[in-house]
């Protein structure tokens, strides 16, 4: 049972606009959503996250939005560029599992100049 | 400030032998933690260890796998008669121990390819 997925394998947006990936999760226990970024041959990098008792984060051009009713969330680049092209993953844990991160399969952006 | 160090970058071994899969965390970071990553699937947690100490190991498969964190040194994740079903890239990633830091910083990876 995968407790995190991301639905969409493949995503590819034209440089400028916004680009969306997507997730949702079941475990009701979860209470902190990580956004990683991985490049080909390079281990995943933080990017961005959430804490359960907020519904938007915002760094720059990314914006992690929240909706605990719906058990989903979602991660905003814009205005998407080139070297955004990667694997993105998104992850979450609880406080009782400190430290232990469910992973999705990921979501590989492209994003075309 | 160095990041998470993980060798060998790439590892070959035939059907039957053992690998040993290397992992330093950064600086002041005692959380380490193992992930499996087989072609065109996601990460896979395998286990958390702190020094000493392993507090998951969930993940791992129930034989031929081990791990352990020394007070001294390296992590070190060992699989023992590799089959080729072993290959993958295996990520280590750590984390400082302070309360509600959930971020997770990640070595670049060993390559392990059975044959």
């Known amino acids: 049972d995968q407790q995190v997925k991301q639905n969409s394998p493949s995503l590819s947006v034209q440089e400028g606009r916004i680009s969306i990936l997507n997730c949702d999760y079941t475990?009701?226990?979860?209470?902190?959503f990580l956004w990683y970024k991985k490049y080909p041959a390079e281990g995943p990098t933080f990017l961005i996250s959430?804490?359960?008792?907020?519904d938007k984060n915002e760094d720059g051009r990314f914006t992690v939005f929240l909706n605990k009713s719906a058990k989903h969330l979602s991660l905003h680049i814009v205005p998407s560029q080139p070297g955004d092209s990667a694997v993105y993953f998104c992850?979450?844990?609880?406080?009782?599992?400190?430290?232990?991160?469910?992973f999705g399969d990921g979501t590989t952006l492209t994003v075309k100049p | 400030n160095a990041g998470v160090m993980q060798n060998p970058r790439h590892l070959v071994r035939r059907r039957g032998q053992e690998a040993r899969l290397r992992c330093s965390p950064m600086?002041?970071?005692?959380?380490v933690y193992w992930y499996r990553q087989l072609p065109e699937e996601g990460l896979k947690f395998m286990v958390y260890?702190?020094?000493?100490?392993?507090?998951?190991e969930s993940g791992m498969p129930k034989e031929r796998f081990s791990a352990e964190f020394p007070k001294e040194g390296p992590s070190i994740l060992r699989i023992q008669q590799v089959v080729r079903g072993d290959s993958a890239a295996y990520f280590c990633?750590?984390?400082?121990?302070?309360?509600?830091?959930?971020?997770?910083?990640f070595g670049p990876g060993t390559r392990l390819t059975v044959t």
């Open positions: 990633a750590s984390s400082p121990s302070r309360v509600g830091v959930h971020e997770q910083y």
């Open positions: 475990n009701s226990m979860f209470d902190y």
């Open positions: 959430i804490s359960s008792i907020k």
């Open positions: 992850a979450a844990s609880d406080n009782t599992n400190a430290g232990k991160s469910t």
């Open positions: 600086k002041g970071h005692s959380h």
């Open positions: 260890l702190q020094k000493e100490n392993i507090i998951d």
